[in-house]
């Protein structure tokens, strides 16, 4: 089993930054790839942003240019740095990672909650 623990969120005025962590363990894992999800209240869960193990990196079109991600492989660890954050940003923010122990999965954190409001 992995376990991903995620930490940073909070509130934050409009135009303010973030900075998103969430860390891996559990025994005998190799990371693939890692990534934030986001679900925003009466939304759908929504990728933000991956990156691969090679450190090739993805967004969703509404966070391109304000959001950042980024990983330590030797702290199996992923950032997300969020800048110019918008009231549309609040949501849940959910790290992922995919990891092979004895088979290949999907791990989840437990979700951090972001809010942006004046």
């Known amino acids: 089993q992995v376990q991903l623990v995620e930490s940073g969120g909070g509130l934050v005025q409009p135009g303010g930054s973030l900075r998103l962590s969430c860390a891996a363990s559990?025994?005998?894992?190799?990371?693939?790839?890692m990534g934030w999800y986001r679900q925003g209240p009466g939304e759908q869960r929504e990728l933000v942003a991956d990156?691969?193990?090679?450190?090739?990196?993805n967004y969703t079109d509404s966070v391109k240019g304000r959001f950042t991600i980024s990983r330590d492989n030797a702290k199996s660890t992923v950032y997300l740095q969020m800048n110019s954050l918008k009231v549309e940003d609040t949501a849940v923010y959910y790290c992922?990672?995919?990891?092979?122990?004895?088979?290949?999965?999907?791990?989840w954190g437990q979700g951090t909650q972001v809010t942006v409001s004046s």
């Open positions: 990156i691969t193990s090679g450190g090739s990196t």
């Open positions: 559990g025994r005998r894992f190799s990371i693939n790839a």
């Open positions: 992922y990672a995919v990891a092979t122990t004895s088979y290949t999965g999907r791990y």
